[in-house]
């Protein structure tokens, strides 16, 4: 393995200029310096990166926790993220929970050990104090959704206005005992489910918590929603279905036609996403788009431009959309 010594001796230069070199010194002259790229490169050398951190260097790398990258609601937002952060000079490391709070601790951790120059969260249910630190910081940026009680700052469509939207529409449409899943538990905070009971009060219904799903995930949580549906009483049965996601909707289309049960006739479905599954599924999935990509590159953006001390860019209106297909 080269040494800095090597590139040295390769490019006829003291120790001391390649080291000035590699911390962009403004005594080392440009073409000193392409001199020494060019040995490092021909040498295949690398240097410390951890050295240069503690030098007060940034890493050039930014993390984004995920909660699972199998759907692809993240791997797509990740993409954009990914996309934007290379065009902007820096390297992206994707982190995955899978719903573990002690993983995202840990991650989060990675900013303080100098291994990351920050973290774009894409899915938080509680503000610990050093998460708002490190967002004051500017390392830690929220995007997507966040589940709280506190006033912060999020990237994110307005997720209360797109979910009454959508419920409103099940309600045009006749429904009047519809099922909501997510893939959280109950919580007053959840602006999907605020802008659901809104759209109910808004037109005299009440909400049967017995129609609530929680931690209903993935195609597999789909299915198994539907089970549940096929075991109900006909009288007291839902008509519809908030189903929070376009895999979950997939899933449970899916289970529906092993169990004959007839969408929408028996059961209208709701996705969330606009994922290109929902235009696949026979039928087609009637969905609320959102524009993941416009909310990735903007984190990204917003995020490096905290880290290089730039001023904030301004962040776009993340527009949804009902997006009427076959399931309603």
């Known amino acids: 393995m080269a040494s800095i010594e090597d590139v040295a001796k390769k490019a006829k230069v003291s120790v001391t200029t390649v080291s000035r070199a590699l911390n962009d010194h403004p005594y080392v002259s440009d073409k000193t310096k392409k001199k020494i790229y060019k040995a490092m490169e021909e040498l295949n050398y690398y240097p410390n990166n951890v050295a240069q951190q503690l030098r007060g260097k940034k890493s050039k790398m930014i993390g984004v926790i995920i909660s699972y990258i199998t ?184 289970e529906a036609r092993k169990l004959k049960v007839a969408i929408p006739q028996d059961l209208a479905v709701l996705g969330f996403d606009d994922q290109p599954i929902a235009a696949l599924t026979y039928p087609e999935i009637t969905t609320i788009r959102q524009p993941i990509a416009e909310m990735g590159a903007a984190a990204a953006k917003s995020l490096i431009a905290a880290i290089e001390g730039d001023s904030q860019p301004e962040i776009p209106t993340l527009a949804t959309e009902l997006i009427i297909r076959e399931t309603v």
């Not at 990675?110 to 938080?124: A, E, S, V």
């Not at 004051?136 to 009454?164: F, H, M, P, Q, W």
């Not at 993935?218 to 007291?236: H, I, S």
């Open 71 to 254: 759907n692809p609601f993240f791997a797509n937002l990740v993409n954009t993220i990914e996309k934007t952060a290379l065009e902007l000079g820096y390297h992206l490391v994707v982190l995955q929970t899978q719903g573990n709070p002690q993983s995202e601790a840990f991650y989060i951790q990675m900013i303080q050990k100098k291994q990351l120059d920050g973290i774009i969260i894409t899915n938080l249910e509680t503000a610990t104090p050093q998460i708002k630190q490190l967002m004051a910081e500017g390392k830690i940026v929220l995007c997507n959704r966040y589940i709280g009680d506190e006033e912060l700052t999020v990237i994110k469509i307005d997720e209360e206005k797109a979910s009454y939207e959508g419920t409103r529409y099940l309600i045009n449409q006749g429904h009047r005992r519809i099922a909501f899943c997510t893939g959280n538990v109950m919580n007053v905070h959840d602006h999907r489910f605020k802008g659901f009971l809104f759209a109910l009060r808004d037109h005299g219904l009440t909400f049967d918590e017995t129609l609530f799903f929680e931690r209903t995930l993935g195609v597999q949580g789909g299915r198994d929603f539907l089970q549940k549906f096929a075991a109900m009483n006909p009288e007291t049965a839902p008509t519809a279905v908030f189903s929070n996601g376009d895999e979950v909707a997939a899933g449970i289309l899916s």
